[in-house]
T-cell receptor, first 112, second 117 residues
């Protein structure tokens, strides 16, 4: 079963706008990661946030984690056409840290 | 360059045949993973291995088998028992020290697309 569920499933915004994607999960986790996938390609790691962290930044990316609500959000600021991709959250469970489970993803389209 | 290599990129199989997908990494990672991705869907974990000669079932292991005889290699066999094998298969690995503490990022190959004729 999927550990994480992203919403929205699809998002289309104008270039330059900010994009926000959310991820909810079910069990206790050690960390939460966000990945990007261009169509037909492998996934690329974007950012990792540990369960004792609340917010993390990397370039135009901002990730938040609320363990009490079992949710995370990924914000991409000043979006570019090249940001068009699918974005997935992934969690490492507290009970089995090496078992990394992915959500269903958000398909982001940036309109020029 | 270091990375993960999956082969073949495209594979066609007749019903009732077993096929093996290759995954090789030169990143010196202990942990390796196989995921399945269906069109427009997320990734589902098939099998994972934390160390040589050891592996665990993921969420959808039925109809698949793996081996981990070498650190660098984690081949996946899609058997005839897998009722709907047409999918995109992704292999990944993670840093050994970080994987045990649950902090390792996954490095992915470019995937293998399997189509059953």
């Amino acid at each position: 079963s999927q550990q994480g569920e992203e919403d929205p499933q699809a998002l289309s915004i104008q270039e330059g706008e900010n994009a926000t994607m959310n991820c909810s999960y079910k069990t206790s986790i050690n960390n939460l990661q966000w990945y990007r996938q261009n169509s037909g390609r492998g996934l690329v790691h974007l950012i990792l946030i540990r369960s004792n962290e609340r917010e993390k930044h990397s370039g135009r990316l901002r990730v938040t984690l609320d363990t009490s609500k079992k949710s995370s959000s990924l914000l991409i600021t000043a979006s570019r056409a090249a940001d068009t991709a699918s974005y997935f959250c992934a969690t490492g469970r507290y009970s089995s840290a090496s078992k990394i489970i992915f959500g269903s993803g958000t398909r982001l389209s940036i309109r020029p | 360059d270091g990375g993960i290599t999956q082969s073949p990129k495209y594979l066609f199989r007749k019903e009732g045949q077993n096929v093996t997908l290759s995954c090789e990494q030169n990143l010196n990672h202990d942990a390796m993973y196989w995921y399945r991705q269906d069109p427009g869907q997320g990734l589902r974990l098939i099998y994972y291995s934390q160390i040589v000669n050891d592996f665990q079932k993921g969420d959808i292991a039925e109809g698949y088998s793996v081996s981990r005889e070498k650190k660098e290699s984690f081949p996946l066999t899609v058997t005839s028992a897998q009722k709907n094998p047409t999918a995109f298969y992704l292999c990944a690995s993670s840093n050994p020290g970080q994987a045990g503490s649950g902090t390792g990022e996954l490095f992915f190959g470019e995937g293998s697309r399997l189509t059953v004729l």
